[in-house]
């Protein structure tokens, strides 16, 4: 617990039931269809493809909707901050037509699925904002407003947002919705389970061999084997079409307080002013609602988090008066670097895997919309926007350069980290309690924490997944790779991929 900002837990893990386990396969299974994660996409995908009629076993390296999902704000909305204008820019107004329609069409469709499944999930219908407080950023609402209206959302330009704080302009989205992301993919999966798909959990996909049939292995040894493939593990851990260089890792945190309901702003709100803030709310204990505030977008291992909790903090005690923050935790997101998710065959010889990846912060809408379109392709059909979200979309020089190249310089940077002198120059003896440091012993690179107790334990410090130098996040207390995302626990357990095997243990004896 940190006194200023509340207990290091998501609000949607702490509030929903705990879910029925669903244990690792004792033997080998062969489905129609097997999804590897078990997020919003995955689940989504799998729930799809179930109601086709063909069978599905879905994986999940941990709890099912426990991992980045779980960790979500949860905004169900087709307005994603400035898209619009930024398609009808770098592409055209069709992509972004396609986009809001596809968009809009998730977020409907998971309207009509909590009502078909009668699942309480906290629904509520509410608008959705995208807002500045200075001018300067007016010019750029008015042309996200008018191009999401002729992409066909129900947009608007404002100069009254609701926010307990002025604004200089805002573009304001009905018909949107939010939700308790946890309680819905629950309520998902146990549809699934009547339907006569299988879930595993705490089962690590390691290998894939693709074919007719495909077949993949767990980290236990069992085989699944399977017609078609989904791989929907937020980053790919199977990755042949090389998308780590088309996605950057970006993390972002999370506070969350209870605040009379008179104080409520109704409504979901993102500005991308000061490193982004998102305000929205949720239903509450004794009438109260609870204020989630998101912001302070970083990428993993690079950051003091502890500053920049108490950074968020300051903003929302500002604007919205003394809060007594019960929650926090952290999101993470993969920014593709033309905006667009990748979603569509795994790679250019692709016949039977799928990928889902790079929502970009906006995995609610754009994990239902890919269980859609990943079910249409399964069975043949291709959507209208199958092609603009094809990860094998022909990539346009200009639009992705300086993206492309802001991401690869920094992989570069810590991929060769050696040569950093804050991560050469750092002694075992210089690690404080609940802290962590790369350091250099016997000539490697060690990952070292000293727990609250004195006790240390060391990790090699190269990433498993493609070798970059691992950072530790001294508050929310895990070893994180600024390259790709893939957390660790501080014994080198893996908390998030790509990686698939933990940090190999070090001795502290050389
Ligand atoms: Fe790719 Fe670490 S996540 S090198």
Redesign the pocket.
Known sequence: MNEQTGEQRSYWIETAPPGIPHPPPTADVTVDVAVVGAGIAGLSTAWEVARSGRSVAVLEAGRIAAGVTGHTTAKLTALHTLIYDRLRRTRDIEAAKLYGRSQTEAVRHAAEIVEELGIDCDWEDTAAFTYAQDTKGVGELKAEAEAARAAGLPAEFVTEAGLPFPVAGAVRVTEQAQFHPRKYLLALADDLIRQGATLYEHTRVVGLKEGEPCRLTTEAGTTVTATDVVVATH?PVFDRALL?TRLS?RRELVLAAPIPAALDPHGMFITPEQGTRSVRTAPYRDGQRLLIVTGEHFTPGTSDVEERFGRLADWATRHFGELAFTNRWATQDNDPTDSVPLVGPLHLGSRHTYVATGFGGWGMSGGIMAGRLLADLIAGRRPPWSDLYDPRRVRSAVREASAFLKHQAQ?AR??VGDRLPSVAGGSVDSIAPGDGAVVRLGGRHCAVHRDTDGQLHAVDAR??????L?AFNRAERAWE??????RFDPAGEIVQ???TRPLEKRSLDT
Do not use: D
């Open positions: 980053y780590f890792p992989v810590h991929f990433c498993t997944h493609l070798g970059c691992v790779c600024p390259c790709h995302g893939s991929g790509p990686a």
